[in-house]
């Protein structure tokens, strides 16, 4: 049974940058039959795809958050994490880490999701 749990603080302020880790078991983030993606749903809004690390570990981003964001990975721990520079109120969300089965493009397993507030 694969397991996904996001980690990271709850509180940003405006201007720093959110880090937040993906934690799985169950299955190694480095096996080619699936990549891993951060999604994010604000409040009163719909899903966000932010991007998507490949099992080669090749990150691929969402074009309007480009110049912001970071995927990376620690195949050690079988973590994802995520970095987002500059934050501003707007990136306040609910943030989830999702398994992404490549030849289907669906996710089959997900995060609980952990909310940010980017407030001062």
């Known amino acids: 049974q694969v397991q996904v749990q996001e980690s990271g603080p709850g509180l940003v302020k405006p201007s720093q940058t959110l880090s937040l880790t993906c934690t799985v078991s169950?299955?190694?983030?480095?096996?080619?039959?699936?990549?891993w993606s951060w999604i994010r749903q604000p409040p009163g809004k719909g899903l966000e795809w932010m991007g998507v690390i490949a099992p080669d570990g090749s990150p691929f981003y969402n074009p309007t958050l480009e110049s912001r964001i970071s995927i990376s990975r620690d195949t050690s721990k079988n973590q994802i994490s995520l970095q987002l520079t500059s934050v501003t109120p707007e990136d306040t969300a609910v943030y989830y880490c999702?398994?992404?089965?490549?030849?289907?493009?669906?996710?089959?397993?997900w995060g609980q999701g952990t909310r940010v507030t980017v407030s001062s």
């Open positions: 169950g299955d190694s983030i480095t096996n080619s039959d699936y990549a």
């Open positions: 999702a398994r992404d089965t490549i030849a289907t493009m669906t996710y089959d397993y």
